[in-house]
């Protein structure tokens, strides 16, 4: 069974363009979770995902921000018009049940020029 | 609503040394706590979890936790610490605030000095 999936690892975006970060979670798990961990912070969480549905957003940036975890296909974080304040390290988890432990995929660290 | 303070930011101790990291936590009722560690530029990984069984909990590569409801507290600990430890290590409680999420302590940095 694999682990957490995020892809790409590592991306390099110029200011005003778009990120698109992606997520797979462990096979048979449908809870799905988004984390923007700043450099020496601890990990912060952003939004709370089931299939097709946003359960909790409310650690999301009001503008530029989204996410979606459509029925095929993973989880998308999509950050438009990036600014510098964007770079971080951002993770996904995903779980069986919202009250269970998560598990994290390696993260998308994000470089903003 | 239910918060973890990680009372050191940074440790070291030497290998072979015992390890204590500190945490405790704020919840108005039994709470489902866990310890992660991060390696550099890695994901995270979970040590072990509490979730209102054996107050004493046993995770991998030697670490343990012991959760005190009169402290509020869920330090981890080892016995002996190995180079391989060096890492940061987070305290996390699953909080209830209309929906389960996780609330995590601001990490604590353990150096291993050979």
């Known amino acids: 069974n694999a682990g957490v999936m995020q892809n790409p690892r590592h991306l390099v975006r110029r200011r005003g363009q778009e990120a698109r970060l992606r997520c797979s979670p462990m096979?048979?798990?449908?809870?799905v979770y988004w984390y923007r961990q700043l450099p020496e912070e601890g990990l912060k969480f952003m939004v709370y995902?089931?299939?097709?549905?946003?359960?909790?957003e409310s650690g999301m940036p009001k503008e530029r921000f989204s996410a979606e975890f459509p029925k095929e296909g993973p989880s998308i974080l999509r950050i438009q018009q990036v600014v510098r304040g964007d770079s971080a390290a951002y993770f996904c988890?995903?779980?069986?049940?919202?009250?269970?432990?998560?598990?994290f995929g390696p993260g998308t660290r994000l470089t903003v020029l | 609503a239910q918060s973890v303070t990680q009372l050191d930011s940074h440790v070291s101790v030497s290998e072979g040394t015992p390890v204590l990291l500190r945490c405790n936590y704020s919840?108005?009722?039994?709470?489902?706590l866990f310890w992660y560690v991060q390696h550099p530029n890695k994901g995270l990984q979970l040590l072990l979890k509490?979730?209102?069984?054996?107050?004493l909990v046993k995770g991998i590569n030697g670490f343990e936790a012991e959760f005190k409801k009169s402290e509020t507290s869920f330090h981890l600990t080892k016995p002996s610490a190995h180079m391989s430890d060096a890492a940061e290590y987070f305290c996390?409680?699953?909080?209830?605030?209309?929906?389960?999420?996780?609330?995590f302590g601001t990490g604590t940095r353990l150096k291993v000095l050979a």
């Open positions: 995902l089931q299939k097709e549905n946003i359960i909790d």
């Open positions: 096979k048979g798990h449908s809870h």
């Open positions: 988890a995903s779980s069986t049940t919202s009250d269970n432990e998560q598990f």
């Open positions: 996390v409680v699953l909080s209830f605030q209309g929906t389960y999420k996780y609330i």
């Open positions: 509490y979730t209102s069984a054996a107050t």
């Open positions: 919840s108005s009722y039994s709470p489902s």
